[in-house]
């Protein structure tokens, strides 16, 4: 029972760090959706200096193979919504999928 629970206390962490990365990324930053397989990896989005945020061998990763953002993550899928609204939608490892809104003009 302690196993499963750290597996599950653990993927929510990673994916907590996974969006709190991404969403510091639509907030600062001029964003170009790629939502697609590309080389091997599942390329999220281009930021404005062209860094590429992609998903490779289950980890997120920003810009180059090595600089690795947070493991055990399936795919993280961005739709935008209107100019300033963005959703996030992340599936773990462990099939957990995860949905938040990121920027302005959501409302429950």
Do not use: H, W
């Not at 993280?76 to 938040?100: G, P, Q």
Request: include cysteine.
């Amino acid at each position: 029972m302690n196993k499963e629970l750290n597996k599950s206390n653990s993927d929510v962490i990673n994916v907590n760090i996974a969006l709190d990365f991404i969403s510091d990324k639509i907030r600062t930053d001029r964003i170009q959706l790629i939502n697609s397989y590309k080389n091997n990896r599942i390329e999220i989005f281009k930021t404005s200096d062209g860094s590429v945020l992609y998903i490779k061998n289950g980890i997120l990763r920003f810009k180059v193979d090595s600089q690795q953002i947070v493991p055990d993550i399936e795919y993280a899928y961005i739709e935008k919504i209107t100019d300033r609204l963005y959703k996030v939608t992340i599936k773990s490892n462990i099939d957990n999928i995860y949905t938040c809104f990121v920027g302005e003009g959501y409302e429950k």
